[in-house]
């Protein structure tokens, strides 16, 4: 037998491969599907509690996944939590990341490493679906809404978007796909105006009477479209427009369609798509076939139609033979609202149900209810079925888990508020974090561990002014509460416990230092 010839050169590549072959098996890499809804509340899914609302769908994805009861975003309000979501960088260290106008300039620089980075350099193919509201374009107020709008999320590392540049109750009305906008219409070409009104264009101050599906409770009354009035002024659109009832429809088979077409384009190529929900933010105003599918009118029919979405692309995972390779992760952006500028009845036809729950303060709050949200990880195989995680878990560290299980080392300096937690992610470790750290709508920052949950001082008041009837969790004073005690932060107790506040002041300098 002749023996087998291998060239050095040839026995460098092998030896190159093999261990890559080996490692590539020790960390699989599945497809990722970020289901990320808005302004939902911790207990606003009948995973959570909730009786007057059915949330099948997703209650199922808990059924077979692990269900985190202490999971944190990082700030109580859309703009601030997304950033530090998608950089694993606080929010708080920049300026200019407070809740974005329609028109802002992108906040997070083309140069900043993200999420999408992550599974892009990782080989992923990436997408980005729905609500994006961390800005457009170079500079506030200069985007062009008839041609490309430059930089966008393709600098950021997503192959693909379609998205709203902001929320449904801010202009511009429109889907924005790869940069231009979605079905533009040549016949009504688009201005935004964030300052002032465009002459001869009714608003909803000066004509209330035709804010035919749904009128304000407060603000919200500047460009009326769709019979809505919303926050800035836009001008033309024409088919272009969105109809608010046909959103969720829009986000989801785009999502869908994207996930479909890659799958037979690229099969062997995992993905990550990142599906931001319009649901449920104001104005709250779902498809006429949700309507009274709840017992809470609009607020509860929008949470069955966010249950729908994600029914929809589950149900796409499946026939696509895909459910085994992927991990979801399903979660909410910051708490849950009631009144939050619309006169929707979401107040009076609560029938009972606290979209906090047991908790006290609703988004903007610097109290529980503000940042404590739903997660939810399914992975089948790998991720233990029905399975409660009361370990403490920070969106934040999304970034350092994801690049722990796939194996990659995230460049110097970036996402440097992200820590390694995949084990607790993955519910194979109920450790979580030692500290996890929330920021209020004013920036005020609370702690909190295990045992005790300490609110930075503020001097801001103690209600939302602007309208809706929140505690905002601010005292002029640090607070200290016992969450094992005293999980609905009823009595504060720093002057009981000096030292704590102590400790916590002097973490928080550390961590503002980039020293923990
Ligand atoms: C507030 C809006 C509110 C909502 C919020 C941002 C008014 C009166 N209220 O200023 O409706 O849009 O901003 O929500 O305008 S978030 O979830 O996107 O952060
Ligand atoms: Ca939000």
């Known amino acids: 037998m002749r023996p087998l010839l291998i060239s050095p050169s040839a026995l460098a590549l092998l030896s190159g491969i093999l261990p890559l072959h080996a490692q590539q098996d020790e960390s699989p890499r599945p497809n990722v599907l970020l289901i990320y809804a808005d302004d939902l509340g911790y207990a606003d899914l009948g995973c959570y509690g909730a009786k007057n609302v059915q949330t099948p769908n997703i209650d199922r994805l808990a059924r077979q996944g692990v269900r985190f009861t202490n999971a944190y975003a990082a700030a109580a309000t859309s703009t601030p939590s997304r950033y530090g979501m998608l950089t694993g960088q606080y929010a708080w260290r920049r300026e200019g990341t407070d809740v974005a106008p329609g028109n802002a300039g992108m906040i997070i620089r083309p140069e900043q490493y993200t999420l999408a980075d992550l599974f892009h350099e990782a080989g992923y193919a990436t997408a980005a679906f729905g609500k994006w509201h961390l800005g457009l374009g170079d500079k506030t107020g200069t985007q062009d809404w008839n041609g490309l709008i430059s930089p966008s999320l393709g600098d950021l590392g997503f192959d693909y978007s379609y998205i709203m540049a902001a929320t449904a109750d801010r202009v511009p009305c429109v889907f924005i796909e790869d940069g231009r906008v979605a079905n533009y219409d040549p016949t009504a070409p688009i201005e935004v105006s964030y300052r002032k009104p465009f002459e001869g264009e009714p608003t909803g101050k000066s004509h209330p009477e035709l804010l035919y599906n749904l009128r304000s409770s407060h603000g919200h009354d500047m460009s009326i479209v769709n019979g809505i009035g919303r926050i800035g002024y836009m001008k033309g659109g024409g088919g272009a427009l969105w109809r608010d009832e046909n959103i969720a429809d829009s986000i989801v088979t785009h999502a869908i369609t994207f996930i479909e077409r890659h799958q037979s384009e690229h099969r062997d190529q995992p993905f990550f798509v990142y599906l931001a929900t319009n649901d449920i933010h104001v104005p709250r105003f779902p498809h006429p076939r949700f309507r009274g599918q709840s017992r809470m009118g609009l607020r509860g029919d929008a949470i069955a139609q966010l249950d729908w979405t994600v029914g929809e692309v589950l149900r796409a995972l499946d026939s696509l033979g895909l459910t085994e390779h992927t991990l979801v992760l399903f979660s909410s952006d910051n708490g849950g609202v009631i009144d939050d500028g619309y006169q929707d009845q979401a107040e009076e036809l609560l029938q009972g149900h606290n979209p906090s729950g047991i908790y006290r303060g609703y988004k903007y709050s610097a109290f529980e209810g503000g940042t404590r949200i739903p997660a939810i990880v399914r992975w089948p195989g790998h991720v233990r079925g029905a399975q ?80 809706p009837k929140i505690e905002t969790g601010y005292l002029p004073t640090p607070q200290l509460y016992d969450m094992k005690r005293d999980p609905r932060e009823r009595t504060n107790v720093a002057d009981r416990h000096p030292d704590l506040i102590h400790y916590f002041q002097s973490l928080e300098a550390r961590i503002r230092a980039g020293r923990e």
């Open 388 to 467: 409660p995680s009361s370990a403490l878990v920070s969106q934040v560290d999304w970034i350092a888990s994801f690049a722990e299980l796939l194996d990659v080392k995230l460049p110097e300096g970036a996402a440097s508020d992200s820590r390694a937690q995949l084990a607790s992610w993955l519910g194979h470790s109920s450790q979580g974090r030692p500290w996890i750290l929330q920021q209020a709508a004013d920036k005020t920052l609370s702690l909190r561990n295990e045992r005790w949950k300490c609110i930075a001082p503020s001097t801001h008041g103690p209600m939302i002014t602007w309208g």
